[in-house]
């Protein structure tokens, strides 16, 4: 019984952990088509944000982390006015603009911050099973990342914006010719991608070293996530980092992590060669048949 | 511009890259008018209509909707003015529902001043296999069922006029005939105008509007109405073989 709940734990933990890795990115790459490799450095101001904030200011952690999903939406908001609105329709173009931000940010948040910042520490207990001790944070962000993704399959699939989203996204100029403003559908969803990979930031900054290359530890699970969805990735992100989360912890739990990192990787490489559309393409396929 | 012009195209030029498709082009839609817009493939039509809905830049000349100049006006407030659009080969959202593709432009317009509901139901009674098919795919409809979608979205928000681009294209001659007797009703009752890009000769027949004949990006030649109430007689006037 504990063996399986400490299967299950180490389960959710990296399914939780893929899935508000990737859930940011597969709005802004999987809906937009920008592929944004400054993801982990928006990741990187919800961290930053949400932990200078709570220590300048002495806020309450979840106020904290509330400031940090603010200052991301807005400095995605700016970014998106100056830089990624001309880039839409430009996927190799914004993987260069991207990566430059990413390189600005990071150094930048060195040059501020310095190598590491203090951080905070990991809210809510422990509780045992057994010999094990599990952090009920980590249960917490479990359940976190499954609500979030209901949230969101709601926001996009049963609401008026998600309508005028996914028709923009769909074809943008005949939703004009409809009378949809593109440009603001474009920059609201930007903010939501970019206030999603904020709220990763904030929900992890208690867990982890405040560095200013904390986003790159996401950005490798974001990206392969996001292709194991496939193009449509409110439909296959979850199968994808289930699956991803369930090579991972079998691969960790009889070798190591490094091993079930590797795991992973090659599990990807086997989906893009057998799985082109990934899981989103055999899904919807199936249920056309 | 005349008290009741609803639509004035000006010397009108566009094209795409250094390539100019449309060329010094002119006329006018007033209000409850039907006019046909007709030629062979590649002659500029869809370019020209894409022009006045501003998919397309205009290079030379103007384009007024209601005595306001649009010519350099986004497509989306083309659309909130009162132009409504049914593309070429449809284009319906395929991720969209049939109503949420009929609802969208609704969705686009936050100060509309109709009951959304009644407007809906309208637009059932007009097509009414559009209501069975509501929560289907937009894709999963046949081609004349997509095109009724397509003039379904487009007459939601109470255009004033639109702008339909080969609405009979692939379509079996029941439903263009239906197609045309809408649109001929449409006219009639609630005076919307309509600018039908045709190459079906029946319709243009049927529709039994003023034509316009495109040849090379030009107006060639305009047609009156009482000159196309044949089949035959609209034939031999547009040359067409169709």
Avoid at chain 1, 241 to 263: C, D, H, N, P, R
Avoid at chain 2, 55 to 61: E, Q, S
Wanted: proline letters at 3%.
């Amino acid at each position: 019984m504990v063996f399986l709940f400490n299967i299950f734990y180490q389960f959710g933990d990296s399914l939780a952990f893929l899935l508000l890795a990737a859930i940011g990115l597969a709005v802004i790459f999987g809906m937009m088509k920008i592929i944004n490799l400054a993801h982990g450095e928006f990741i990187t101001v919800g961290a930053y944000g949400t932990v200078v904030s709570g220590k300048v200011f002495n806020l309450p952690l979840p106020i904290a982390m509330v400031f940090g999903v603010i200052i991301t939406v807005i400095f995605g908001l700016i970014l998106e006015k100056l830089i990624i609105r001309y880039l839409y329709g430009r996927p190799l173009d914004s993987v260069v603009a991207t990566w430059g931000i990413s390189l600005i940010v990071s150094q930048s948040f060195l040059v501020i911050f310095g190598p590491s910042y203090e951080g905070l520490q990991t809210p809510m207990g422990n509780f045992k099973l057994g010999e094990f001790s599990y952090s009920e944070y980590r249960v917490f962000l479990i359940i976190f990342a499954l609500l979030i993704l209901v949230l969101l399959y709601y926001l996009f699939m049963k609401t008026s914006f998600g309508t005028l989203a996914r028709a923009t996204i769909e074809n943008p100029n005949i939703s004009s010719s409809m009378g949809v403003n593109v440009q603001n559908v474009y920059t609201v969803t930007f903010a939501i991608g970019a206030g999603l990979a904020g709220v990763t930031g904030a929900l992890y900054a208690p867990t982890m070293t405040i560095v200013p290359s904390i986003g790159q530890a996401f950005i490798v699970s974001s990206f392969i996530t996001v292709v194991t969805a496939g193009a449509s990735p409110f439909v296959g992100l979850v199968p994808a980092a289930a699956f991803l989360g369930m090579v991972q912890t079998s691969v960790t739990f009889f070798y190591k992590s490094t091993i079930g990192l590797i795991a992973i990787l090659c599990a990807v490489i086997l989906i893009i060669r057998y799985l082109p559309q990934g899981f989103s393409g055999l899904i919807l396929k199936t249920r056309s048949k | 511009m005349e008290k009741n012009s609803l639509l004035k195209i000006e010397n009108l030029s566009s094209g795409y890259g250094s390539t100019i498709i449309v060329n010094d082009f002119s006329f006018e839609v007033e209000e409850g008018q039907i006019l046909s817009i007709t030629g062979s493939n590649g002659m500029g039509k869809t370019t020209l209509m894409k022009s006045i809905m501003g998919l397309i830049d205009a290079r030379v000349g103007k384009v007024f909707f209601k005595n306001e100049d649009i010519t350099d006006v986004s497509p989306d407030y083309r659309s909130k003015l009162g132009i409504g659009y049914v593309p070429q080969g449809r284009e319906i959202f395929s991720a969209l529902t049939v109503e949420q593709n009929i609802l969208l432009p609704i969705y686009s317009r936050k100060n509309l001043k109709l009951n959304v509901q009644v407007k809906l139901q309208e637009i059932y009674n007009l097509f009414p296999i559009l209501k069975e098919k509501k929560d289907a795919n937009g894709s999963s409809l046949s081609g004349g069922q997509q095109q009724q979608l397509a003039i379904a979205r487009a007459l939601i928000f109470d255009p004033d006029i639109i702008i339909l681009d080969e609405p009979a294209e692939g379509i079996q001659p029941s439903i263009v005939k239906f197609i045309g007797s809408t649109l001929i009703n449409l006219s009639k009752n609630l005076k919307k105008a309509f600018i039908v890009v045709e190459q079906n000769i029946s319709l243009i027949s049927q529709l039994n509007s003023d034509c316009l004949l495109v040849e090379k990006g030009k107006l060639s030649k305009k047609i009156k109405s009482s000159d196309l109430n044949s089949i035959e007689k609209a034939r031999s006037l547009l040359s067409l073989h169709k």
